[in-house]
T-cell receptor, first 114, second 112 residues
Framework: KAGVTQTPRYLIKTRGQQVTLSCSPI?????VSWYQQTPGQGLQFLFE???????NKGNFPGRFSGRQFSNSRSEMNVSTLELGDSALYLC?????????????FGPGTRLTVL | AQSVTQLGSHVSVSEGALVLLRCNYS??????LFWYVQYPNQGLQLLLK??????LVKGINGFEAEFKKSETSFHLTKPSAHMSDAAEYFC??????????FGTGTRLQVFP
């Protein structure tokens, strides 16, 4: 069974631009969670989607948004990029909701904002 | 609210020595506890998880962790370190159906 895939793997943007990251969960998984990983802040929860509904959200500004499609694929969007948004963005999927079901992580998208 | 504390951002051991990575949690209800490993330029891989069954949990690659409620700890151990164990390790906690909260990570170095 294929693992969690994330595209693109690397991305370079400039301040003020917007970016969309994509995550394809493991087949049959209905929950997708997104995390931001930086050297200073560590792993921080962004949001979780389950059956196309956002069921949990972390403490991030409204510039960060996401959605989930009927096939469970998820996208994350960041608008008006800031230098501090440079990070590794990780997506994780699980059969059930996050916290109960084991989360399986993708390789991440490395975003660099110049 | 739940939280996780990982003592020691860096741990160094010799190959063949005992690995001990510390994790203490705070939770108002019986928690789910996890250990993940991250190799350079990769995502996180689940090592093991505790879900209130056995207090001693065995994971992949020879790692195990013991849930100690009285000490609110979930330390990760491996009897004999291997060079390939060098990576960053994250402890995480969740309460019921809530999100995962990660610790700040411990980077393990293994010297020959």
């Amino acid at each position: 069974k294929a693992g969690v895939t994330q595209t693109p793997r690397y991305l370079i943007k400039t301040r003020g631009q917007q970016v969309t990251l994509s995550c394809s969960p493991i087949s049959g998984h209905r929950s997708v969670s997104w995390y931001q990983q930086t050297p200073g802040q560590g792993l921080q929860f962004l949001f979780e989607y389950f059956s196309e509904t956002q069921r949990n959200k972390g403490n991030f500004p409204g510039r960060f948004s996401g959605r989930q499609f009927s096939n469970s694929r998820s996208e994350m969007n960041v608008s008006t990029l800031e230098l501090g948004d440079s990070a590794l963005y990780l997506c994780a999927s699980s059969i059930g909701t996050a916290g109960v079901g084991t989360q399986y992580f993708g390789p991440g998208t490395r975003l660099t904002v110049l | 609210a739940q939280s996780v504390t990982q003592l020691g951002s860096h741990v160094s051991v010799s190959e063949g020595a005992l690995v001990l990575l510390r994790c203490n949690y705070s939770s108002s209800v019986p928690p789910y506890l996890f250990w993940y490993v991250q190799y350079p330029n990769q995502g996180l891989q689940l090592l093991l998880k505790y879900t209130s069954a056995a207090t001693l949990v065995k994971g992949i690659n020879g790692f195990e962790a013991e849930f100690k409620k009285s000490e609110t700890s979930f330390h990760l151990t491996k009897p004999s370190a291997h060079m390939s164990d060098a990576a960053e390790y994250f402890c995480a906690v969740s309460e019921s159906t809530d999100k995962l909260i990660f610790g700040t990570g411990t980077r393990l170095q293994v010297f020959p």
